[in-house]
Nanobody, 125 residues
Framework: QVRLVESGGGLVQPGGSLRLSCASS???????????MGWYRQAPGKTRDLVAA???????DLADSVKGRFTVTRDNAKNTVYLQMNSLKPEDTGDYYC????????????????WGQGTPVTVSS
């Protein structure tokens, strides 16, 4: 079993910043590697869409709406992915979900498409 724990969401004024964190852990062994860690956003009444993701090789995918404002990074030693969000806009409001594409354990067991529980971000004055 792999678990993702997100933190860092909250209420911020337009133009402000937040930093989200997502830590991966397992109760059934040790994580060997994680492919593509990333963040998705779901606004009220809308679909859950990709915001940013980073492969374990360092390739970054960013939604056009956040380019120049958001930065995704990861610490492979800590199995953690971060989302630095600057110059926040009201349209950035939503629940932010962490997702990992594939987790490989040291015993070679694999977990696919694991989601976190989500953390809310509200951008409002």
């Amino acid at each position: 079993q792999v678990r993702l724990v997100e933190s860092g969401g909250g209420l911020v004024q337009p133009g402000g910043s937040l930093r989200l964190s997502c830590a991966s852990s397992s109760t059934s062994g040790t994580i060997r590697s994680i492919e593509s860690m990333g963040w998705y956003r779901q606004a009220p009444g809308k679909t859950r869409d990709l915001v940013a993701a980073m492969s374990n090789g360092g390739r970054v995918d960013l939604a056009d709406s956040v380019k120049g404002r958001f930065t995704v990074t990861r610490d492979n030693a800590k199995n953690t992915v971060y989302l630095q969000m600057n110059s926040l806009k009201p349209e950035d409001t939503g629940d932010y979900y962490c997702r990992v594409l594939r987790v490989t354990m040291t015993n070679w067991q694999r977990y696919l498409g694991v989601w976190g529980q989500g953390t809310p971000v509200t951008v409002s004055s």
